[in-house]
């Protein structure tokens, strides 16, 4: 199957830095990639859907201004999280959606802990 | 709004044995895709099988198979000759088949079913 690379897979930072997370189609331009949060032993929630070239949609809820999405490529889509406190301490995956087959290809995830 | 319930938080099965994952999703729509992930302890989400909703005959992979009632908006899972390697949560995901205004495809996750396997 197609491969999704999210990096880094695990950050630790200090309240109030910013931290972005890469998310790489590497076999397929994704036109459309997905950002989830995962909190423990819980299912994954949808933050916000991100379009090559366009502003991210975000899931009611999400803060915009909070968690940055860029998409600046076919390839390529970032999540920052700025001005980080405790409570976003999480496990956020990115997914991306290949034109064909259908199904959606996750990467590794990245475990973020505010300290 | 479509949503997916998975009712059964925690199951086990004996090694070799079978195992049934139960689904059962709510949708108006009449084209549409559903999935099963598996989430290991890697938290790696991995695709194990496919079902495309106009599709009558039930997808499988290998020791994967499904038992898809469209009417029944049922979509159970079936685990054969269960191995150490199956332990892990796994989830029922639907996503709309055509893309709408406003609808990118995204997935919708049931909350998942945590799989012990016994050796």
């Known amino acids: 199957g197609a491969v999704v690379s999210q990096h880094p897979s695990r950050v630790i930072c200090k309240s109030g830095t910013s931290v972005k997370i890469e998310c790489r189609s590497l076999d397929f331009q994704a036109t459309t990639m997905f950002w989830y949060r995962q909190f423990p032993k819980q299912s994954l929630m949808l933050m916000a859907t991100?379009?090559?070239?366009?502003?991210?949609?975000?899931e009611q809820g999400v803060e915009k201004d909070k968690f940055l999405i860029n998409h600046a490529s076919l390839t390529l889509s970032t999540l920052t999280v700025t001005s980080a406190h405790p409570e976003d301490s999480s496990f956020y995956i990115c997914?991306?959606?290949?034109?064909?087959?259908?199904?959606?290809?996750f990467g590794q995830g990245t475990r973020l802990t505010v300290v | 709004a479509q949503t997916v319930t998975q009712s059964q938080p925690e199951m086990s099965v004996q090694e070799a044995e079978t195992v049934t994952l139960s689904c059962t999703y709510d949708?108006?729509?009449?084209?549409?895709?559903l999935f099963w992930y598996k989430q290991p302890p890697s938290r790696q989400m991995i695709l194990v099988i496919r079902q495309e909703a106009y599709k009558q005959q039930n997808a499988t992979e290998n020791r994967f198979s499904v038992n898809f009632q469209k009417a029944a908006k049922s979509f159970s899972l079936k685990i054969s000759d269960s191995q150490l390697g199956d332990a892990a949560m796994y989830f029922c995901a639907y996503r709309i088949g055509v893309d709408y205004g406003g609808s990118q495809g995204n997935l919708i996750f049931g909350k998942g079913t945590k799989l012990s396997v016994k050796p």
């Open positions: 997914s991306a959606r290949a034109p064909f087959p259908t199904e959606a290809f």
């Open positions: 991100s379009n090559e070239g366009s502003k991210a949609t975000y």
């Open positions: 949708t108006s729509e009449s084209d549409y895709y």
